[in-house]
Antibody
Framework: EVQLVESGGGLVQPGGSLRLSCAASGFTFSSYWMNWVRQAPGKGLEWVAN????????YYVDSVKGRFTISRDNAKNSLYLQMNSLRVEDTAVYYC?????????????WGRGTLVTVSS | DIVMTQSPDSLAVSLGERATINCKSSQSLFYSSNNKNYLAWYQQKPGQPPKLLIYWASTRESGVPDRFSGSGSGTDFTLTISSLQAEDVAVYYC??????????FGQGTKLEIK
């Protein structure tokens, strides 16, 4: 059974940092592009970043470029999102999601998400 | 960036009736080299992550009931629920995955029972 489990969310002050993790199981993690998608409270979905199978290609939405870094450790079946210089508008549930197509596709499995709250 | 616009924002339909949700993209999502439209549909129930329903605009994900169907091409797409069930109450999102990132979502359509 495919499982994605996010962790690392919490309350952080504006300007602070946080590192999210996503533990994957039930599939060959190293064979898939992986993504982070976020959802602000009561709002819609926003794609944040994705990363190629071997970590060599990474893409970001403009609003997080230079502040967030996506990475992965295929030996640990884990995806990460390092978030620096956090802003109030980064407050959201962050989901990791698998792309079965590759380099930009739909998302067939999602984790349950981890809540990041940026507030003073 | 490609802008995705859904209509309506909310919809109330009687049980057993048809529900139709529209999604319009700011540029064509059709790629002629493979004859595919780069569009997906998701269902999200309260407190849950999104669930994939449809990809390539009309291909139903495994396990999704056949009352859900997707149609359209180019810039105009539709998600249809042929006979609304109580468990279909949710917010529905379209998403484009054409070309380079960012891969944008529509704003969502809230579906309720009339």
């Amino acid at each position: 059974e495919v499982q994605l489990v996010e962790s690392g969310g919490g309350l952080v002050q504006p300007g602070g940092s946080l590192r999210l993790s996503c533990a994957a199981s039930g599939f060959t993690f190293s064979s898939y592009w992986m993504n982070w998608v976020r959802q602000a409270p009561g709002k819609g979905l926003e794609w944040v970043a994705n990363i190629k199978q071997d970590g060599s290609d990474k893409y970001y939405v403009d609003s997080v470029k230079g502040r967030f870094t996506i990475s992965r450790d295929n030996a640990k079946n884990s995806l990460y999102l390092q978030m620096n210089s956090l802003r109030v508008e980064d407050t959201a549930v962050y989901y990791c999601a698998r792309d079965p197509y590759g380099s930009g596709g739909w998302y067939d499995y999602w984790g349950r998400g981890t809540l990041v709250t940026v507030s003073s | 960036d490609i802008v995705m616009t859904q209509s309506p924002d909310s919809l109330a339909v009687s049980l057993g009736e048809r529900a139709t949700i529209n999604c319009k993209s700011s540029q064509s999502l059709f790629y002629s080299s493979n004859n595919k439209n780069y569009l997906a549909w998701y269902q999200q129930k309260p407190g849950q992550p999104p669930k994939l329903l449809i990809y390539w605009a009309s291909t139903r994900e495994s396990g999704v009931p056949d009352r859900f169907s997707g149609s359209g091409s180019g810039t105009d797409f539709t998600l249809t629920i042929s006979s609304l069930q109580a468990e279909d109450v949710a917010v529905y999102y379209c998403q484009q995955y054409y070309g380079a990132p960012p891969f944008t979502f529509g704003q969502g359509t809230k579906l309720e029972i009339k």
